[in-house]
Each structure stands twice: as C-alpha cells, then as structure tokens.
C-alpha cells in the first residue's frame, strides 16, 4: 500500500467514525426493512381481563355489522397486523419510518422522536380514526411505536378474538424485532376502560419476496353481501 | 338459461386451512363441515377484500335460489396463481367449500369446471 491509499483509508475511516458518532440511531437501529407477510407466521394472545364495560362491548359485538373493515376502515393496529395473505413494506430513514401495509392501502409514516418528550409530531391516517396518533423510537434491537388518540374500535375482529374491544383511553405500543428473515411484532394494549391489566399480542411474520399490491377497497365491494 | 341440479352434501372436514382476510373466516365460515353445491354463474367479482361469485342454484322442487360464494383477496389469488381466466358467466360449476354462518354463503375451497378441472385458490 502506498502513501495515497494509506491516507485514503485513514480518512475513510475517521469519516465512518464522525458518522457512527454523530448519528447514534443510525449505528444501533436494528435493519427492519423489507417486505413481510403474515402467512407462515405465529399469533398469541395473552390473557385478557374486561372490565364491566369491556366484556359488555365484547359480547355486544357482531360480526356482521361492527368490523370496521367492512366500510373499508381499520379497527386497530393490532387488527391491521392480523391481516393474512397481504404485505407490509419497511422502509427506515433518519427522522421516520414508513410501513406500508397492502391491506386497505395504509401508508404510516411515523415520526422517529425521543421518548418522553412532551409533546411529540405524531402521524394519523386521516379516515381511520381507530388508528390513533403515532410517534416511534428505537430502543435497542427494537423499533418501538407508541399510538394513543385512537377512538373506540376493536383489537381484533379475527378468528376467536373477534370482538375484543378498545377505547379512547388505549395506549399501544409496539415492539418490532427482527430475528434473520423473522419479524417479531409484540403489541401492548393499556386500556384501564376496557382491561384490568395489559393485553399483550405477539404477531410474527416472515420475510416475504413478493412485492406490494395496491387494495383498492370499497365499502361496497367490503360490505357484508347477501344472497339475492 | 340451464340450470343443473343442486344437492348441499354437508361433510365432516378436519381443517387446516389459514385464515383469509378481511372478515375472519372462523368467524363467517364454518371450517369443520363441508358442502357441495352446483350452479350456474350469474356475476363474478375478482376484488379485495373478498372476491366472489353469484350462482343461480336449481333446487329440486325446480325452484331456483342464488347462492353466494365467497373467496380470497384477489391479490392474494394472483400470487398464487390461481386461474381467474377459466370462469366466465354462464358457466356451470360445482363449487367445495364450507357453508357460511350467513345464509346460502359458501367458502369456496375448490371450483370444479366443466371439463372436470378442479381449481383451488
């Protein structure tokens, strides 16, 4: 190696070294991009405990008539990850990061902020109120994404957690951990209105090599149909 | 319009089919018994959620009644490859799948053509 390559690598490396130093996120972020899928993967619910008002919006649930889903709206984030069959695109960037979900067209671009500053840039989907108002942050090998101002609507609507219910006063926080080609989503629900303690979910999905397909819902199309 | 003769076959079926999107198939469908029913189609609707197809279902009194047959996201059946290109309206069709909790709904699980061909999406 001579002089000029010597002083290449030496300020290559010092670059790297300012870059690592001056951008902490960017070092330690975990890589969650890609495109992922439920089918293949796990659910578990954890134990849940109503409230009186909980178990009464549990049982008053039908099917038929109350999925959000069926005028093409989200009932929950835990309910758009339950989704089977469709994608989830992650992209990161320094000050966000975006899931793009197939299902419905979401698009969630969610801010990156400090945890527990005052009051933090939120993103919303505006038409998806139950969706709440999102801000994420990295917490070591986790991406970390805290919704609240979501109105009433439903964590689940799927198989034999349909029904479970969810209130105004609901914190979620998701905890997104990446394991190989195995994305691991671990979802807290505290709805003191609804639970008598936490509701924990754990969703994983694999890497999928499809690409995202546009949705394009309808209500009429979503809507429960009948027989003529 | 010739309509064939329906016969509903209710059978025991152990499932391990996965769930489909949108509304819960556990919860619409009745995954632990089977039917079979033949019909004419009368619209096909290849959309997400859920696409479907309509089918005029010839009873054995004579009577006619539409039954509804329901199926996957229709991005989900691209990818999988299943043929949307082989139905068309007017075509009878023998239809498997699991009876809805709805009314005359059923799931399909697999179309058998005319020609014997058996599609499963």
């Known amino acids: ?228 | 319009m010739h309509l064939t003769l329906l016969r509903a076959v209710p059978l025991v079926l152990a499932s391990t089919v996965p769930l489909l999107a949108h509304h819960s198939v556990p919860v619409n469908f009745d995954q632990s018994r089977e039917i079979t029913i033949r019909g004419v189609i009368t619209e096909i609707r290849w959309i997400n959620p859920h696409s479907r197809f309509r089918l005029d279902v010839k009873q054995e009194d004579g009577s006619v009644l539409e039954w509804l047959v329901e199926m996957g996201a229709i991005n989900t059946m691209q990818r999988a490859g299943f043929q949307t290109e082989r139905f068309a309206v007017g075509d009878p069709v023998t239809i498997v799948g699991n009876p809805g909790r709805r009314d005359r709904v059923v799931l399909l699980r697999t179309a058998v053509l005319q020609d014997g061909t058996k599609l499963s999406p």
């Open chain 1, 1 to 228: 190696m001579n002089d000029s390559s010597e002083r290449r690598g030496t300020t290559g490396a010092v670059l790297t070294f300012l870059l690592v130093c001056a951008s902490p996120a960017l070092a330690q972020r975990p890589d969650l991009s890609g495109h992922w899928i439920l089918n293949g993967g796990t659910t578990t619910f954890g134990e849940w405990i109503f409230t009186d008002e909980g178990r009464r919006r549990y049982d008053a649930y039908d099917f038929k008539t109350d999925d959000p889903s069926l005028r093409c709206i989200g009932a929950s984030w835990t309910r758009v990850w339950l989704n089977p069959n469709v994608l989830v695109q992650i992209t990161q960037a320094d000050d966000h990061v975006r899931l793009r979900y197939e299902w419905m067209d979401l698009d969630r671009r969610i801010p990156l902020i400090q945890p527990g500053a005052g009051d933090p840039p939120r993103g919303s989907n505006p038409g998806h109120p139950a969706l709440g108002r999102y801000a994420a942050w990295y917490d070591g090998d986790a991406l970390v994404i805290e919704t609240i101002d979501a109105t009433d609507g439903y964590v689940s609507t799927m198989d034999k957690w349909a029904g479970l219910p969810q209130s105004r006063r609901m914190r979620t926080v998701e905890r997104l951990t990446r394991a190989g080609d195995l994305l691991t989503i671990e979802i807290t629900h505290v709805d003191p209105a609804m639970y008598r303690r936490p509701l924990v979910v754990t969703i994983t999905y694999p890497r999928s090599k499809f690409e995202l397909m546009e949705y394009n819902c309808s209500p009429d199309d979503a809507a429960v149909v009948a027989p003529r």
